[in-house]
T-cell receptor
Framework: QKEVEQDPGPLSVPEGAIVSLNCTYSNSAFQYFMWYRQYSRKGPELLMYTYSSGNKEDGRFTAQVDKSSKYISLFIRDSQPSDSATYLC??????????????FGQGTTLQVKP | DAMVIQNPRYQVTQFGKPVTLSCSQT?????MYWYQQKSSQAPKLLFHYYDKDFNNEADTPDNFQSRRPNTSFCFLDIRSPGLGDAAMYLC?????????????FGPGTRLTVT
């Protein structure tokens, strides 16, 4: 079993739709939860991060963490064609230094159609 | 703009012929990472440098080596590339104190092995 599972999609939605992206994980020691966005032929860029459980909102994006269910979500409201990309969840256990290891999901490819 | 630069963007090498990929950064970050990302898969950490200290992942093959001659530059050497080493190689940086979640990625080098 992989430490982090993410449905690869692809996910295709019309412009303006609400998008829900999800990951499940098995390691209960994970404390940091991140969402990275990766456009075609580009490196991933950090979109949002959450420490422990709860919600975090940034504009049209909301990240949720449910540690009891080992489940994290990213919601995109009013989706735009420019949101078309691969979304990678990533998680980490905070170690004794700040260079802990990120464990990535395989990414969900999202296409927002005009 | 401060950034992470990877050269070349595309590299073709022959089976067994050594190849070197380079990464440079203008962010003055003290931590540098190398990831391998195969098609539709999660990025997989190969190793990272914390300043000059090299940290190898346990499952990184000996075929992969790295050098960091100074803060700004880091190299990935593949001593004898096999067909299974064809992938996107991503360099990332982070700054101690900002947490491991805030990694800045370069655009990647796509390696083809013929």
């Amino acid at each position: 079993q992989k430490e982090v599972e993410q449905d690869p999609g692809p996910l295709s939605v019309p412009e303006g739709a609400i998008v829900s992206l999800n990951c499940t994980y098995s390691n209960s020691a994970f404390q940091y939860f991140m969402w990275y966005r990766q456009y075609s032929r580009k490196g991933p860029e950090l979109l949002m991060y959450t420490y422990s459980s709860g919600n975090k909102e940034d504009g049209r994006f909301t990240a949720q963490v449910d540690k009891s269910s080992k489940y994290i979500s990213l919601f995109i409201r009013d989706s735009q064609p420019s949101d078309s990309a691969t979304y990678l969840c990533a998680m980490s256990v905070q170690g004794s230094s700040n260079t802990g290891k990120l464990i990535f999901g395989q990414g969900t490819t999202l296409q927002v159609k005009p | 703009d401060a950034m992470v630069i990877q050269n070349p963007r595309y590299q073709v090498t022959q089976f067994g012929k050594p190849v070197t990929l380079s990464c440079s950064q203008t962010l003055n970050h003290n931590v540098m990472y190398w990831y391998q990302q195969k098609s539709s898969q999660a990025p997989k950490l190969l190793f990272h440098y914390y300043d000059k200290d090299f940290n190898n992942e346990a499952d990184t093959p000996d075929n992969f080596q790295s050098r960091r001659p100074n803060t700004s530059f880091c190299f990935l050497d593949i001593r004898s590339p096999g067909l299974g080493d064809a992938a996107m190689y991503l360099c990332a940086t982070s700054k101690d104190g900002q947490g491991i979640y805030e990694q800045y990625f370069g655009p990647g080098t796509r390696l083809t092995v013929t």
